[in-house]
């Protein structure tokens, strides 16, 4: 295992996949000359050329809609948008084009395209730059979501990605960029997408979260949980939401008897509240309380500092949530 930053680890991931199979290449605003907006493609220009590492202008429909067309007649893109954020002005494409096209035409021709760039919050960006969009995907058939939470993860996953006959978006959390971690020097060593991690084992209850959550908030809390209430907690990464490892889910809650989702968007009609009412609808007689659920507050994220991090989810409210759930609040 190589010590590495999570954007490290990506632009790992991205080298070896362009070195592997020459029919991908890498596009979006500032990919190349630039070396990326927070410098995950730094070097890819100089080493693969500009004709596969291309930077575009700032027309989201129209890059993501060509890259959709290129993987349409073979290549394997992978389109960086420069946050998610953005993206919205090409949903059309994504949702109406890249999703549909294999169903369309009955299974003869597939959209192996990654599209990818930072989600979530990340730190004082404003209310328009600091959204988790990831549910918008998860309700589109047709379209993998992917949230990889640590640099290996994201190492591993990526590299999945690419290789996956189907769209893939691939969100990455804004402050995970800078996260070191250790990953894999075997570049076969991968993650299957749709397979979530129970990164830590424990018996009261389970926590389940994705993305920079893990690192920044549940874990952290977890372990003041442990130290100062005895609570036993079992984490699960989810990694991807779409597809959805429910069986992993649901055998943990069944172990543990109680459940609380951590998720970085807004409540309503969000990735956590599905999860919840499929864990309800297949793990309801193993319940022992109510699931807890924490979210970012139900307002577009407040621009200063302090009110943006009172706004998305905290340790003390893991921790609150989880002395709820077993009646230890």
């Not at 991908?24 to 927070?38: D, L, Q, S, T």
């Not at 989201?60 to 948008?81: C, K, N, Q, T």
């Not at 022992?288 to 979210?295: S, Y």
Request: with cysteine; glycine share 8%; proline share 5%.
């Amino acid at each position: 295992m190589a010590e590495m930053t999570y954007r490290e680890a990506l632009n790992k991931a991205i080298a070896e996949e362009m070195e592997r199979d020459d029919q991908v290449f890498i596009m979006g605003e500032e990919v190349a000359k630039y070396h990326g907006a927070y410098k995950v493609t730094q070097g890819l220009l100089e080493r693969f050329g500009d004709l596969r590492v291309v930077d575009s202008p700032i027309t989201e429909a129209g890059f993501v809609g060509l890259g959709i067309g290129a993987a349409h007649v073979g290549m394997r893109p992978i389109i960086e948008v420069m946050t998610f954020n953005f993206a919205i002005l090409a949903l059309d494409q994504i949702v109406n084009n890249a999703a549909k096209l294999r169903s369309m035409s009955g299974g003869q021709f597939s959209v192996p395209i990654v599209i990818r760039g930072p989600g979530g919050a990340g730190g004082a960006l404003g209310c328009q730059h600091s959204q988790s969009l990831e549910q918008q995907y998860v309700h589109i058939p047709g379209i993998k979501v992917v949230l990889p939470s640590t640099p290996n993860r994201a190492y591993q996953l990526l590299k999945q990605a690419v290789r996956d006959p189907d769209p893939v978006i691939f969100i990455e959390g804004e402050k995970l960029y800078n996260v070191r971690g250790e990953v894999t020097e075997d570049p076969e060593d991968l993650w299957p997408i749709g397979k979530a991690d129970v990164v830590k084992e424990g018996d009261d209850v389970t926590i389940v979260t994705w993305s920079r959550q893990l690192t920044s908030t549940v874990l952290p809390a977890v372990e003041t949980l442990e130290a100062e209430e005895g609570i036993s907690c079992e984490v699960v990464d989810l990694l991807s939401l779409s597809p959805l490892d429910f069986d992993t889910v649901i055998e943990s809650v069944k172990k543990t008897n109680r459940c609380v989702i951590v998720d970085e968007a807004w409540p309503k009609a969000s990735a956590a509240a599905w999860v919840a009412a499929e864990v309800y609808a297949r793990a309801f007689d193993h319940l022992d309380a109510p699931i807890g659920r924490v979210h970012q507050q139900d307002v577009p994220l407040p621009y200063a500092f302090n009110l943006e991090e009172r706004s998305l989810p905290r340790q003390i409210d893991v921790v609150d949530a989880v002395k709820k759930a077993c009646y230890a609040d």
